[in-house]
């Protein structure tokens, strides 16, 4: 047994697809080492990552494979003897399992009497089998992108290949990709270590060699350094105690670390006066276009300071240099952010509705003008019905000024430099010309959410806006035919769809998906196929936002899902009392009526139109009758106030009653008028307790 390293040396891999080609490498490996019997399922193994390689160890791969003997059955014994003297036919079977004539045994099976013989097929080289192998596992990894570098040759990889390391112990392993062979020689950081090689001896001295190469190849390692230099330098920059803290940012820590082979941290400063600027538009400017993180004082506001990371260290002249001219970048994309924010203030965004003529949405839908005026139709409509169906306080003249100049960011110059900002910018333009909070506020989170995670928009009218806005792109696409299939999703119509659910699970609008379905398409089958599109976000959003099992969650919609925050109740309560026996008893019972029933419809045994208290003739289906229509009235009276689990909690008292009458009635008695009413009698029980959910969905153990 011996340890196996590969790494593959490429030029700077986008940070992006770094993480996902690491693991399926990682996977690709052990799945061949597997599948080529040379690794038991299981091994230790260990991947690596920079910008410019990606590496897996395995631990305990076999030197060559094992024998492997197979079963082969020939000819039958009539086909390979004649007289007593071997065919050509049996000559043939023994010399493809590889044994002369006389090593062939008869076997007797359905068909008669056939030769056998067990054939072995010796085990190969592991540094034979891997070098054959790994160059076809590397070309099937998956690249969002990926290039041809060398003219009239096939290879596609997401960049040139510039060297392979591919060891088995000590002893090298010669796979070929890409123009190169692999060696024993890596190579550390490209400015700190230069072209300098690194020669590698075993595959246990990776990480500790490539140290020496100012090299960090573990990803984990590569992030705890980043964020312990981060408080380390903004510590070291607060030399008053102020309380500096640099602002958390999950995702720009990720980047930075598939960025950078050896991180090191400093921190810059700008003027103070470009405070006066939005924060948004401060920290997109550092965040996103330059990769620095904002910091901030002990009560949360933006201090004159930022943090970069490097992918290099330097002595004190150098980071001061470093610093000088990072800072020089910034104050320029600073003083670039300013003066458009003072052009774009000459014209008011009323000014800039009529400008969206000239802005188009889609080829076929129009332009943005036109998406506005739909919308704030929409919007108008939905705000009639939320006050209809519900408390919301809507203010009407509110939505629709927001309706009206959300889309107008998208002609200013800010926007046009930041993309990332469109929405926001509009509500911070819409606060500093003298519109409302509530008008700027709901501008400002019309895109909102954005993903699972992202907040909703805070107030009515921002969330009405919200759907409205997603609603219409949905329909308008659906009604083209640009419907998601499979992983294609172009227009992001799925993460639309999930924010119309959020929205509605959260927010203060009481919608109906059905009614935003509908009411958004122009055609009858389209708001059908939406919402049945919404109802699969909704599934979609109970599962991974909300954490519900798959069952609970298919017992939930079975009974209804227009309603979005009914049904996360209702799914959050059946959770809740789920694990009680007596809940998971009568659910199984439920199962078993149910099933009763549709055996019932599919052999044409009709049953009674209302339970007829005179054929109940046993005294555990009379005792099931009337405990049922005593839980009955109080099970409606909580569904109808939303307190689900006490209505749950009354459905599972009628565990004895069922379990009694399961056990002492033949529910398809031979009598036809006792069996309609027992049949009767299971459909009422069924259809007075199964509002909440369908309890039959539900999975029980045993």
Known sequence: MADFLFEIGLEEVPARMIAGAQLELEQRVVKMLERERLVRSGAATKSFATPRRLAVRVAGVAERQEDMAEELVGPSVKVAYKDGVATPAALAFAKKAGVDVAGLKTITNAKGEYLAATSVKAGRGAVEVIAAEMAKELAGIYWAKNMYWRAGRPERFVRPVRWMVAMLGAETVPVEFGGYVAGTVTYGHRVLFGDREIELKDPGDYEDALLGGFVIAEVEARRQKIRKALDRVTRAGDPTGSGL????????????????????????????????????????????????????????????????????????????????????????????????????????????????????????????????????????????????????????????????????????????????????????????????????????????????????????????????????????????????????????????????????????????????????????????????????????????????????????????????????????????????????????????????LAQAKEKGIASGATVDRALLTEPTEKALAEKSAELADRVSALRAQKNYSAALEQIATLRPQVDAFFEAVMVMSPDEAVRANRLALLEKVLGDFSGIADFSEIVVSG
Not at 348 to 376: C, H, I
Not at 526 to 534: D, K, L, S
Not at 573 to 590: I, P
């Open 245 to 596: 803290l640099w602002r958390e940012d999950h995702e720009l820590v990720d980047k930075l670390t598939q960025l950078t082979e050896w991180p090191s941290v400093l921190l810059g400063g700008f003027e103070k006066e470009y405070l006066a600027l939005p924060e948004e538009v401060l920290v997109t400017v550092m965040r996103d276009h330059q990769n620095y993180f904002a910091v901030e004082d002990k009560d949360g506001r933006l201090a004159p300071h930022f943090l970069a990371v490097l992918n290099t260290e330097a002595d004190d002249a150098g980071v001061a240099v470093i610093r000088h001219g990072n800072e020089r970048v910034l104050r320029a994309r600073f003083n670039d952010a300013r003066f458009f924010w003072e052009f774009d203030q000459r014209v008011p965004l009323m000014d800039r509705v009529a400008l969206l003529e000239n802005v188009t949405f889609q080829k076929d839908l129009g332009s943005y003008f036109a998406k506005t005026e739909r919308v704030r139709v929409l919007a108008a409509r939905w705000a009639d019905d939320a006050k209809r169906l519900g408390d919301a306080e809507i203010d009407a003249k509110v939505l629709d000024e927001a309706v009206t100049l959300a889309k107008t960011d998208l002609t200013t110059e800010l926007v046009k430099e930041f993309t990332e900002l469109q929405g926001e910018v509009g509500g911070l333009y819409a606060r500093a010309q003298g519109f409302s909070v509530a008008v700027a506020d709901a501008i400002y989170d019309q895109y909102r959410p954005t993903s699972m995670e992202d907040r909703i928009p805070h107030t009515a009218e921002g969330q009405l806006l919200a759907i409205a806005d997603k609603a219409d792109t949905i329909s308008g696409m659906f009604e083209l035919g640009l419907v998601p299939t499979g992983s294609k999703d172009p227009f992001a119509l799925r993460r639309a769809a999930n924010g119309i659910v959020k929205i509605l699970a959260e927010g203060k609008v009481p919608l109906g998906l059905w009614l935003i379905a509908r009411s958004s398409a122009d055609f009858e089958a389209v708001g059908e196929t939406i919402g049945a599109f919404f109802a699969e976000r909704l599934e979609f959003y109970l599962r991974e936002a909300r954490g519900q099992s798959y069952d609970v969650v298919k017992a939930v919609l079975a009974t209804g899902s227009d309603d979005v925050r009914d049904a996360v109740a209702r799914a959050e309560a059946v959770t809740e009392v789920r694990s009680s026996e007596d809940f998971t008893a009568v659910a199984s019972a439920f199962k078993r009526m149910k099933n009763i």
